[in-house]
């Protein structure tokens, strides 16, 4: 499996330590058969998945919401 991530926060060599690949939110949901998301809600992330993020993904992507419910709409 190859884990992909979105995270500003995180510094490159984190990501290699994980053994994942950084990625924009648009080419990780572009990608990925199974999106988790695991996010405090704030300005910046409320409503950062919605219909158009949707659209982009796959046909028969999975969601999975780990995080509040505002981040989704």
């Known amino acids: 499996m190859e884990v992909v991530a979105y995270d500003p926060y995180l510094p490159a060599e984190v990501f290699e330590q994980q ?4 990625m924009s939110i648009d080419e990780v949901l572009k990608i990925s058969d199974l999106v988790t998301i ?4 704030t300005p910046e992330t409320k409503n950062l998945s919605n ?13 999975l919401n780990m995080a509040r419910g505002g981040i989704v709409n």
């Open 51 to 63: 219909a158009k993020s949707i659209a982009g993904m796959k046909d028969d992507a999975v969601v």
């Open 19 to 22: 053994h994942a690949k950084s």
């Open 38 to 41: 695991h996010m405090p809600l």
